[in-house]
């Protein structure tokens, strides 16, 4: 970031992100965000989910650089430090975050399409076990599966739910997609994959009225789904903002080494 720059600033809606957010209003003037050039959110990794989608809704994307006011904090900085809230910004490394692309078609017929930023995951909706076909780039690779569910996650969402469903940790720059299974139970061996990410993914939903599946593409969610597709959306570009030395880079490739 340039040394002289306009901020705009989201707080999450807990005391703890709010107090903060007027702690720093007192020493730094912000704008509304269609005229700054960086976004700083405080809050968790759900409220920095938040405020990326709110920026791709808006059409408008511009660097975001978070502050821990929230739980685990993976995308976000430490909250407290001896420089000013606009040296650390301008000190602050890049990194590049490419979302996932969902389109879904219910049983209406109609079709709906999401962004994720961590992952897409098709999920039972009842007591039923899903049952689900995969195709790979128009290619069936898996004629049936049945399970609780699906995810496509990428890198930066692959130390989430995730790893969580027993999928691989994917570093940043890795080029590569995790396709976890979530409690499969036929083929019972089959422990997922890791695809490229310049393919595309479909599923199609065997049996959906009987085994009627969701769709949520990190937080949101569409029900009786009968087909989804996946692709990376290579064309948007999200930009987030770390202090040097602790990028969320370093902590996904550190993540692999934590037992």
Request: contains cysteine; proline residues 8%; glycine residues 6%.
């Amino acid at each position: 970031m340039p040394p002289s720059h306009r901020l705009a600033i989201m707080p999450s809606d807990t005391d703890r992100a709010r107090e903060a957010a007027e702690i720093l209003r007192q020493s730094t003037d912000f704008v509304p965000l269609a005229e700054a050039d960086a976004l700083v959110v405080l809050g968790g990794d759900g409220h920095m989910l938040h405020c990326l989608h709110h920026m791709l809704d808006q059409g408008r994307v511009i660097p975001a650089y978070g502050l821990n006011y929230g739980t685990v904090g993976f995308m976000m900085n430490k909250p407290k430090s001896s420089r000013p809230l606009e040296e650390r910004i301008s000190r602050a490394k890049p990194l590049a975050v490419t979302p996932l692309e969902m389109v879904a078609t219910t049983g209406s017929g109609v079709e709906e399409r999401f962004c994720a930023i961590n992952e897409v995951s098709l999920l039972r909706e009842t007591r039923q076990t899903a049952k689900l076909e995969i195709s790979v780039n128009g290619k069936v690779r898996l004629p049936e599966l049945f399970c609780d569910g699906i995810l496509v996650a990428t890198p930066a969402g692959s130390t989430a739910y995730n790893l969580s469903a027993n999928g691989p940790i994917l570093p940043m720059g890795s080029n590569m997609l995790a396709l976890t299974p979530i409690s499969p139970f036929r083929p019972r061996r089959w422990r997922g994959a890791i695809i490229p990410d310049h393919y595309e993914m479909q599923f199609r939903v065997i049996e959906p009225v009987k085994r009627p599946v969701a769709v949520v593409a990190d937080q949101k969610e569409l029900r009786d789904v009968h087909a989804v597709q996946v692709r990376v959306a290579h064309e948007m570009k999200l930009q987030l903002l770390f202090d040097p030395g602790l990028t969320l880079e370093e902590r996904i490739f550190a993540e692999q080494f934590h037992f």
